[in-house]
């Protein structure tokens, strides 16, 4: 961040970024046009017609049904305008492209956990590398939290019990603040930090350095045995439990006749309470993992089911270090900062 | 419109009765009106109180001044002081009290003692609310959003979450009473389209009272439930949904800021077609604006939860309907400028806070386009420029629009005048201070910076100091009105039955006026805000 | 005079229309929350004994029946069937009370009170706790919050038995009852829609074990 004079204005830092400025900047000129515009008016009319004489009153004039007309349908048609304006925006803001770069983040009462998906994890800071989508796959582990990054014009609520999302593409090499936008309690104002934008080969550089601790996908796997998942669920149809290899992504039937696509939410669901939306033809044996694992287990896990593929064996490497492990409550302390 | 041969009327709502318990126990709409204005009065002190610690602690961008608990306690009571005890009250309660009757010519409102119920009951709800500050505070935001107000916050929750809810009975009965005083008390001849402005308002305030209250109270009441009981409602842990609650919650909520401006708008209505001696432009679309801006405002709450998670279909018909809502606002504000054309236009303070009034909710309310805007409110929401929005239509518009009514029907009230010339001094202070402490936040809240941060990034701190000094020059603004007006209760000029020479059945009675208001009931021949020649006004 | 009747039966119908939007939020939640968890709310259903549901509803209408009456002998000026009638009204109300109690203090000992740090358990199926903790709270909520307004009902008949007894209520000032009868209707109303949503949603379906 420079010092000296304070900005007045955020640097825009995403591909996004310029198209929710144009509009910002559209409604302030509206606004300002349109203030100005009455308040003189009214100055304007109360010097003009400013009462000389005590007891001289107003010209008798009800209304008149053009202008009525005229500043009901005129701002209503700015008003659609500026909705459909937005709206697109909005639209490019809910909807990802559909290749991501993808990494979860858990909020809790008062820091950010980012986990990369072959394994990095960061507290309060995330490096992203430029020109790349990147989704951010976020859950709470207790209260309502909010990831904003104000340089890119994005945030969303982090919710407890649920996935949220919310996707940019950096253009530009920096570090930007990242704030907590939820008010969640005493050290609100506190959880904040910052993403660090790389240019694609420094990003290189500072994802292969650092401590290995193996892919987040194979830390999944290897909780995958630990909790005996495979003794039901087995990649050749003869388990208890439904196939998981190439399961991701694809529409499964239920019993109750819905179907569904397997996404992080209904996998997550599947783990916690599994008998409620149970694979049709499948009984509804499958205990449930609620306590057992934490949220970050639940996110190793779907890394897991999401890189069973059947051109490729399904491998559960074990890591260097200890990945997340059932029953933890908050993940090891992870190493603060890469350069 | 001289008043130097006017005697001092004899008996009055004033000294009819001159002990303590013919004030506490009044059924006299008029007094009940009074006992509210004090109130609020120091609610709003309290309130206000708060927002002095808060300005102060962020002139630095450390959180040094408060602890961050302290912070967190500090700014969720200046919002439930402000909201509830404060904005949503002040104006029916206080001039829609005094006035309506007055204003459709009736004795006094449909259930008088109902009246003074509503009047305890919002002191009761007061009280648990005090307690809830001496017992510790509350830190959840006024918004209350769970899980956090129900599992994690170890404020005194409980408390306030009653205070408000029983606070919430009150403007149930007083919407209750104004509704049912509104269809049966009119005077003979006072037909729908012949009534003030001012109290069409009312009617729709009251439709909002009547069917969004309840739903934050039993809102509140699960709230409540789930930390006194451990009931789960809203509880992810135990399978329940943190973002229903804020469907619940802004199903009123909305609609609530819905009751904080219509009134005021209502004001409006009355101080520019009496200062301008000419009826309001386009009457009837003035009344039905207000009418739709009620109904259509139940239908936008969901632009309160776009980031909350909620479908992007419900978001867009949010977003849409919100952009819908904003237009009979413009309309109305067209129309008041337009009533000033061609008018007799006065220069008494009165014009000046309804100029202010002007100037800043058209901010306010340009500004709520930037928030129903989806593809930017997400960069919005939750930074100071929601603050500063909501502050540019609470403050701008409501507060300034209830201090042209005090100012505006003060005489009638207490039978005195007071120095205009300090009224307008005040109106000007009032506006350039607010101007200077809320606009810095518009630049601030799009830098980044979030709402309810005690501590923040130094390069904002420039633009939070000028809010902070903006804030002094407000306070000033505000409590010069206390001096003179007080003043004024011993040394004003009698004031006379109308002394700005306006239209009106409130006009055509004694300043002050008797308990019952009028010598005989008046039969009403003349359109709304028609003035006569010559301007002595009506025959009753 | 009528003028006042007027208004106080537009204020009775207004403050019933606030009643409906107070119990419609939780009616809300708990739509919301059977659309989340339909199997868990039939089979919680299913598990609170019919009878005593049963039961009250036929007390409430029959209470109904007899709030009708004493206005319309309130109506005709007969203040001794007046105020029979009343008197039956508030039975049937401590009657419904009664019954509501006992069943509160089963719910307590069949465990299935979800707060105030009491065990709470759902054998019949441990997988549904969780929905059930939640379909337990909206049935102390609503049935709660109706309990409390039959109160204030007997309270506002014990007001109106008085009324007529000490001569208020005449033949040209009978608007009081009728009001109170508006009341009492509303709360048996309330209570027609919370039977089928609270007792009634899992009888239909075949439960295994």
């Given at each position: 961040m420079r010092s000296g004079t304070p900005p007045l204005f955020p640097e825009a830092a995403s591909t996004l970024a310029g198209r929710v400025d144009g509009l910002y900047l559209f409604l302030v000129g509206l606004t300002a046009v349109m203030t100005i515009f009455i308040f003189s008016m009214v100055i304007f009319f109360m010097i003009k017609y400013k009462r000389r004489d005590p007891n001289s009153i107003g010209a008798r004039i009800h209304g008149g049904m053009a202008l009525e007309i005229a500043w009901s349908v005129i701002p209503l048609f700015i008003c659609l305008g500026i909705f459909v304006w937005a709206t697109n925006i909005f639209f490019a803001i809910a909807r990802p492209p559909a290749e991501t770069m993808n990494i979860y983040v858990v909020g809790k009462?008062?820091?950010?956990?980012?986990?990369?998906?072959?394994?990095?994890?960061?507290?309060?800071?995330?490096?992203?590398?430029?020109?790349?989508?990147?989704?951010?796959?976020?859950?709470?582990?207790?209260?309502?939290?909010?990831?904003?990054?104000?340089?890119?014009?994005v945030k969303a609520d982090v919710v407890p019990g649920r996935y949220t999302s919310l996707w940019f593409e950096a253009t530009k090499a920096g570090e930007y603040h990242m704030f907590c936008a939820e008010y969640c309690g005493t050290q609100h104002s506190g959880m904040v930090g910052k993403v660090i934008v790389m240019e694609p080969d420094d990003y290189q550089a500072w994802l292969s350095g650092g401590l290995q601790e193996g892919s987040l996908a194979s830390a999944g796997g290897k909780l995958f045995q630990d909790l005996a998942c495979n003794t039901c669920h087995r990649p050749d149809a003869q388990g208890r439990g439904p196939v998981l290899q190439n399961l991701y992504g694809k529409q499964v039937s239920l019993q109750?006749?819905?179907?569904?696509?397997?996404?992080?939410?209904?996998?997550?669901?599947?783990?916690?309470?599994?008998?409620?939306?149970?694979?049709?033809?499948?009984q509804p044996v499958m205990p449930t993992f609620q306590g057992l694992v934490s949220e970050e287990g639940v996110?190793?896990?779907?890394?897991?089911?999401?890189?069973?593929?059947?051109?490729?064996?399904?491998?559960?490497?074990?890591?260097?270090?200890?990945?997340?492990?059932?029953?933890?409550?908050?993940?090891?302390q992870a190493p603060p900062t890469r350069n | 419109m001289s008043s130097n041969t006017v005697a001092s009327p004899t008996s009055t709502y004033l000294n009819n009765g001159l002990t303590l318990k013919s004030w506490l126990l009044t059924k006299d709409h008029k007094r009940i009106a009074l006992l509210y204005l004090a109130a609020v009065s120091f609610f709003f002190l309290i309130g206000a109180l708060f927002a002095v610690l808060i300005r102060l602690e962020l002139v630095t961008p450390a959180g040094d001044l408060l602890t961050d608990e302290t912070y967190n306690k500090v700014f969720t009571m200046h919002g439930v002081m402000m909201v509830f005890f404060f904005l949503i009250p002040v104006v029916p309660a206080v001039l829609g009290n005094f006035l309506i009757p007055l204003m459709i010519g009736a004795k006094d409102l449909a259930f008088p003692k109902l009246n003074l119920l509503s009047f305890y009951v919002y002191m009761v709800g007061s009280l648990f609310t005090m307690w809830s500050i001496v017992s510790g505070g509350l830190d959840t935001g006024w918004t209350f959003y769970t899980p956090f107000s129900t599992v994690a916050s170890t404020s005194a929750v409980v408390p306030a979450a009653l205070g408000i809810f029983i606070n919430g009975f009150s403007g149930i009965l007083t919407g209750l009473n104004f509704m049912v005083t509104i269809h049966t008390m009119r005077a003979p001849g006072m037909t729908w389209f012949r009534l003030p402005l001012f109290v069409w308002a009312h009617y729709a305030t009251s439709l909002i009272q009547i069917l969004g209250t309840p739903v934050v109270a039993i809102t509140i009441v699960l709230v409540a439930a789930e930390r006194v009981f451990g009931f789960g409602l809203f509880n992810p842990a135990v399978g329940g949904d943190p973002v229903l609650f804020q469907h619940l919650f802004w199903f009123y909520s909305h609609p609530a800021v819905y009751i904080m401006i219509l009134p005021a708008m209502g004001i409006i209505s009355e101080i520019i077609a009496s200062s301008s001696r000419k009826q309001v432009f386009g009457y009837s679309f003035v009344a039905f604006a207000s009418i739709g801006i009620a109904v259509i405002g139940f239908l936008v709450w969901g632009h309160h939860m776009f980031v909350s998670g909620e479908s992007v279909y419900a978001a867009l018909?949010?977003?849409?309907?919100?952009?819908?809502?904003?237009?009979?606002?413009?309309?109305?504000?067209?129309?008041?400028?337009?009533?000033?054309?061609?008018?007799?236009?006065?220069w008494e303070s009165p014009m000046f806070f309804a100029a202010g009034f002007m100037g800043l909710f058209a901010v306010g309310g340009l500004t709520g386009l930037f928030l129903a805007s989806m593809g930017l409110d997400v960069h919005l929401t939750d930074t100071y420029f929601v603050v500063a929005h909501f502050h540019y239509v609470m403050v701008g518009g409501t507060i300034m629009g209830y201090l042209g009514g005090i100012h505006f029907w003060w005489p009638k009230i207490t039978g005195r005048k007071y120095n205009d010339i300090m009224a307008r001094v005040s109106a000007v202070i009032v506006f350039i201070g607010f101007n200077l402490t809320f606009l810095p936040q518009f630049v601030v809240g799009y830098l980044g910076m979030p709402r309810r941060y005690h501590a923040y990034p130094d390069e904002f701190q420039v633009l939070n100091v000028l809010?902070?000094?903006?804030?002094?020059?407000?306070?000033?603004?505000?409590?010069?009105?206390?001096?003179?007006?007080i003043a004024s209760l011993k040394t004003g000029e009698l004031a006379g039955d109308n002394p700005w020479g306006a239209v009106g059945l409130e006009w055509n009675t004694t300043s002050p006026p008797p308990t019952e208001n009028f010598k005989t009931t008046p039969v009403v021949t003349w359109e709304a805000y028609e003035y006569p020649t010559p301007v002595e006004g009506h025959v009753v | 005079m009528e003028q006042q009747t007027e208004a106080s039966l537009l204020g009775m119908w207004t403050f019933l229309v606030t009643e409906i939007l107070f119990f419609g939020g939780a009616l809300t939640a708990y739509l919301v929350y059977r659309n989340w968890y339909p199997d868990a709310f039939a089979l919680a259903s299913y598990e609170i004994p019919i009878m005593p549901g049963a039961i009250n509803t036929a007390v409430l209408i029959f209470s109904s029946l007899t709030m009708a009456l004493a206005v319309h002998f309130a109506q005709t000026g007969d203040r001794g069937k007046t105020m029979l009638f009343i008197v039956l009204t508030s039975i049937l109300g401590a009657a419904f009370l009664g019954i509501k109690a006992y069943e509160y203090h089963e719910k307590y000992v069949e465990h299935f009170i979800p707060g105030f740090g009491l065990p709470f358990e759902f054998p019949a199926n441990p997988e549904?706790?969780?929905?059930?903790?939640?379909?337990?709270?909206?049935?102390?909520?609503?049935?709660?919050?109706?309990?409390?307004?039959?109160?204030?009902?007997?309270?506002?008949?014990?007001?109106?038995f008085i009324w007529v007894k000490n001569g208020t209520i005449t033949q040209e000032y009978y608007a009081p009852v009728e009001i109170a009868g508006l009341y009492w209707h509303f709360v048996d109303i309330v209570w027609i829609f919370l039977f089928p949503l609270l007792y009634l949603i899992g009888r239909h379906v075949h439960h295994v074990g």
């Open positions: 009462q008062w820091m950010w956990k980012f986990q990369h998906l072959d394994g990095q994890r960061e507290i309060n800071e995330v490096h992203v590398p430029v020109g790349r989508p990147v989704k951010m796959i976020m859950t709470s582990e207790d209260v309502i939290h909010d990831l904003f990054f104000p340089n890119f014009r109750s006749g819905e179907n569904v696509v397997v996404d992080e939410a209904y996998l997550r669901e599947s783990i916690l309470m599994p008998s409620s939306k149970v694979t049709a033809g499948f996110l190793s896990l779907i890394e897991y089911v999401k890189s069973l593929k059947t051109d490729s064996p399904v491998q559960a490497v074990r890591p260097n270090t200890g990945g997340p492990a059932a029953n933890e409550a908050t993940p090891a | 018909v949010f977003s849409v309907l919100t952009f819908i809502v904003a237009v009979p606002s413009a309309v109305k504000v067209f129309n008041w400028t337009a009533t000033m054309y061609r008018g007799s236009v006065s809010s902070s000094a903006g804030a002094a020059v407000l306070a000033v603004g505000y409590m010069m009105p206390i001096f003179y007006l | 549904y706790t969780n929905a059930a903790r939640i379909f337990y709270s909206l049935y102390f909520v609503l049935t709660g919050l109706h309990a409390l307004h039959m109160i204030i009902g007997l309270g506002i008949m014990t007001w109106m």
